[in-house]
């Protein structure tokens, strides 16, 4: 790990801060996307969940998980904490692959958000439809759920390059390049 | 991973599912009343949901322009024709309408029904997302006197029920919901019962059903659906909706009818929630 100065944990401080603010106004407006206009809309905040909790620890993701379940709970007037149970689990979930198992890729990240959608929507169908059994109630799966999963594939796409692009700039680096190696060698007095 | 199910952190996790769970249940019992943090959620986002949402009403009309061009073309050669058409039948409209005009005007919902106690007009901030029934949302809550079960209406008709109030924001639940029954009389033999109620074939085009309607109905196309108020939810005689067609029930034993609500419920922009009411239902005999 590299040794920093004082300017430079202060600048990584306030990056850090920077970054969960971006991170929340980001969840905001995927909040607000979803409950305007008419039309069926993805379901932002579940690719949103995944992202934060792919790049961060398990403390936070859940945190941001059961954040997003309440948003989803508000947009879609379920009852409140029915999906922040769901999303809290599947962000510690994914924070703990990506810690041991998974690399952060592309493909990863789309089949999980994929399998997770799948779930909450499938879950939303199954509890606020199916059990209570209205007539052709299997045409609100075809026509709803799983036309909203297929839109919300689609924009996880965006979803993660937005993310990607916050953590690039303002996430730290734990890795050192061979030159701040040296470089913090030479201020240790390890030659 | 092993560690991590004997740290500290997991510890922490557990507990902080455990409070989420708690906050599942607590919901669960509030029965029609947001839980205050949600309350004051909605009163902050409010200003920012009804912004994004008219941006959203604007993107979604330029879009459904650009992707549906050469239907609107089509469509517009068609009633080109169709407007020369309508146009030799105008004349002959024209004093029918008028005195049509002037019978709405006379049996307008606030002349006939003095007794009502209506809230401030309501802007709909929005519709609930991916909701099937077209729920949706109001700016006006608790504060303003809203109380879950009120009617919710426009000039045209019925539109629904209140179920979930905030302090300045409902949720409305529609007559397209299979969720909400409303008791229906004929408006014009006021002997023809049935009870409106939506399922989801019906949903999808914006209409609702009468059902349990009785075999030697007089219902015919076109006929007005207003409200019998019986159950006490809902002030009588205020419009439903129309019948479009009629036919025997799955059950074989009454018949069922597809109606068009008066109000265009997929595209509201605002309405009334009526408070009070001559024969509405005590909170009290709703408690018990």
Known sequence: MKIRTPREKRILYIKNILRWIITYAVIFICFLIMTSGTWLKPVLLVPAAVAVALANGQLSSAFTGAVCGYLIDIAGDKVIGTNAVILTVFSVVISLLYEYYLRNKFVNYMIITAVVSYVVLWLDYKFYYEMWEYEYVERIFAQTSMKVWAYTIVSAVVIYFIFELINHYLMPKNHVTIEEAVSTAVQTGRH | MHDFLKSAKFKVLLCFLAFIVGILIYSVTKGGYSLSGVSLFNTVSKPFRTASNKIGIVMEESLDKFFNSDE????????????????????????????????????????????????????????????????????????????????????????????????????????????????????????????????????????????????????????????????????????????????????????????????DISRLSSVYVITDFTGKRAEEEDEN
């Open chain 2, 72 to 263: 609107y073309y089509e469509e517009n050669k068609r009633l080109k024709e169709e407007i020369g058409e309508l146009n030799r039948q105008l004349t002959e409209y024209e004093s029918l309408k008028a005195e049509v005009e002037e019978l709405r005007e006379l049996v307008s919902i606030k002349q006939e029904h003095e007794d009502f106690e209506y809230t401030e007009k309501c802007d709909v901030i929005g519709y609930v997302t991916n909701d099937p029934f077209m729920s949706f949302t109001i700016d006006k809550g608790s504060a303003e006197g809203v109380k879950p079960d009120c009617p919710v209406v426009t000039a045209e008709g019925l539109v629904g029920i209140i179920v979930e109030v905030s302090d300045h924001m409902s949720t409305v639940r529609t007559i397209l919901s299979p969720d909400l029954s409303v008791a229906a009389v004929n408006s014009r033999s006021n002997k023809d019962m049935g009870i409106v109620e939506g399922d989801i074939p019906s949903a999808e085009k914006g209409q609702s059903r009468l059902i349990h309607i009785n075999k030697d109905n007089k219902f015919k196309k076109g006929d007005l659906v207003i409200t019998s108020g019986t159950s006490g939810l809902f002030p009588k005689d205020y419009s439903i909706g129309k019948i479009l067609s009629i036919s025997p029930d799955s059950n074989g034993i009454s018949d069922c009818a597809v109606i068009e609500p008066c109000a």
